[in-house]
């Protein structure tokens, strides 16, 4: 992102999508594309999102209290954990 005053410009997107589920720590990378403009332009901000759950209609990522539980039972979706985040440039 390049902002100068009240104009944010987009200069570059990166986007990694996955459906599997992984039950132990990995290592993944996200390369950046930049737009032509972008490529022109400096970063002053950057904004990284993290998303966990798009996946709402699939129940094998909900842990379901046990029948009749109405004391500490609880719903449980994806859980999602980050750790680590480093940002090379090249």
């Known amino acids: 992102m390049n ?3 009240d104009v944010a410009t987009e200069i570059g997107r990166g986007l990694l999508r996955k459906g599997d589920s992984v039950q132990e720590w ?7 594309v930049y ?3 972008g490529k022109k332009l400096k970063a002053t901000n950057m904004y990284i999102v993290f998303k966990s759950g798009d996946k709402s209609d699939n129940s094998s990522f909900n842990t379901v209290p046990s029948f009749a539980n109405l004391s500490n039972g609880e ?9 680590n985040i480093v940002l090379n440039y090249e």
Do not use: N, R
Request: charged share 25%.
């Open 75 to 83: 719903y449980v979706g994806s859980e999602f954990f980050v750790d």
């Open 26 to 32: 990995s290592s993944t990378s996200v390369d950046i």
């Open 3 to 5: 902002k100068q005053g």
């Open 35 to 37: 737009t032509e403009e």
